[in-house]
């Protein structure tokens, strides 16, 4: 995964940028005009520091599809998400899931946020009932060629490029209040504030 991760791009690939026929053609090939605004226009591309008390980082992907999505957000005192950064290694509808993402979350409480389901990022996004432009029938034939068969099991990385997204706000969101709670922890025991050592009886 963090092979990946260091292959991410700001947005899309170099290549799709350098060709906009490209682009035409994955929108006459299925993808609906609502993913190609974010597509060629990402919202809040970036990073923030990991290590921020108030950021907190998701790190989600299917490697077998070849999308994987880091997403960060920032929690002001209130518990509101006041800034949300991503960067997505993968196809145009799991860039324009994480790009709305951002600003579908940006705003939201950790409760709302953490109550966003892939159902309504590919309502919105128009996005087909299955994963597009993914690879799915190629999995089945390196699976049926390694094992001889398939099973469903076999299958579960095959992901709709939404449900990165769900998964991913879940993440931050849980990386964030982890962080939250050792810091609660280590304030709480004036032995360990003062050693960062937990007393022994």
Known sequence: MNALMRQIRPAASSAMRANPAAIAIS???GYHQKVLDHYNKPRNVGSMDKNDANVGTGLVGAPACGDVMKLQIRVDDNGIISDVK?????CGSAIASSSYLTELVRGMSLDEAGKVK?????????LPPVKCMCKPFILVANVTAN???????MLTDIVHCSMLAEDAIKSAIKDYKSKRAAETVLTSSPTMAATGKEATA
Do not use: D
Not at 86 to 90: E, V
Not at 118 to 126: D, F, G, H, M, V
Not at 147 to 153: I, P
């Open 147 to 153: 094992y001889g068969y398939v099973q469903e099991t």
């Open 86 to 90: 991503f960067k997505t290694f993968g």
């Open 27 to 29: 929108g006459s090939r």
């Open 118 to 126: 892939n159902t309504t990022i590919a309502k919105e996004l128009s």
